[in-house]
């Protein structure tokens, strides 16, 4: 249905893996530059679009360039699994406070690497969670640690979100599927495209499937990796990665928005 009413489709999209290459550097996974095309070409004609990231909000608009043309007016980017949200059209950013429990998982951190051998995991402290890296460093280290990790989450108070070589400890409450469900809300569309990677998307797809049985229209895209491959069984399309994401974006733009 999204092609022959796109503008009653919201258009949901994970960020890394995705939109972006997932790379050694989490600070310089830039968009896809014919991903970003596609987008501009599409915000326009569609009923919204709307980046479902666990990246803070302000990383994925800098990385995005949502902000560099013209198209993208209408553009939701919710951060940090939609605990932050960033509204293109008013400017407006909305984020809580930085929860005790991360506070105080930053302070025994350090120690707490250098007594498990495990000091060279690259630490990126996002403000609302703190994500341990392995990509490029050690790829198997982090499930050796795992269960010394899931005990380090308990203690603090916070919930384990694992990725591709990544794990992040954050404050439960929000998901992607939550934060599907909560934007999907107010515009009621008649189709919903949801498109993503990893473990952190499984949410979304699962919200998705129940919005199908409530008669929405949707299709789930899965942004496949040999890394992780748990949304391929529940997915309508499968992409081989980022570049395959921004080919198959490029066709919509094509179809619905021609030049």
Known sequence: ??????????LALDFDGTLAPIV??????WIHPDSLAAL????????????????PVDQARRLGRFEEGPGLERLVVCGQYGAERWDASSGEVRRPGRPQAVSDLAECLPQWLEDHD???????????????????????????????IEALAARVGLHLEPGRQVIELRAAGTDKGQTLRRVV??????????????????????????????????????????????LVALADVVLDGPEAVAAWLTGLADELAPA
């Not at 050694?24 to 996974?29: M, Q, R």
């Not at 890296?133 to 050690?138: F, K, M, W």
């Not at 990893?198 to 919200?207: C, K, N, R, T």
């Open 1 to 10: 249905m999204f092609m022959s009413d796109p503008g009653n489709t919201l």
């Open 24 to 29: 050694e550097d989490p600070a310089s996974a």
């Open 118 to 148: 495990a000091a060279r995991i690259r630490v990126e402290d996002k403000g609302l969670a703190i994500a341990l890296h392995t990509r490029g460093i050690a790829p198997g280290l982090l499930d050796e640690l795992r269960p010394q």
């Open 40 to 55: 501009r070409r599409l915000g326009p004609v569609l009923g919204g679009i709307v980046i479902i990231t666990g990246r």
């Open 185 to 230: 809300g107010p515009m009621n569309p008649a189709a919903v495209v949801y498109a993503g990677d990893d473990l952190g998307d499984l949410p979304a797809f699962q919200e998705g499937i129940l919005l199908r049985e409530q008669g929405v229209d949707v299709t789930l895209v899965c942004s496949a990796s040999a890394e992780q491959d748990a």
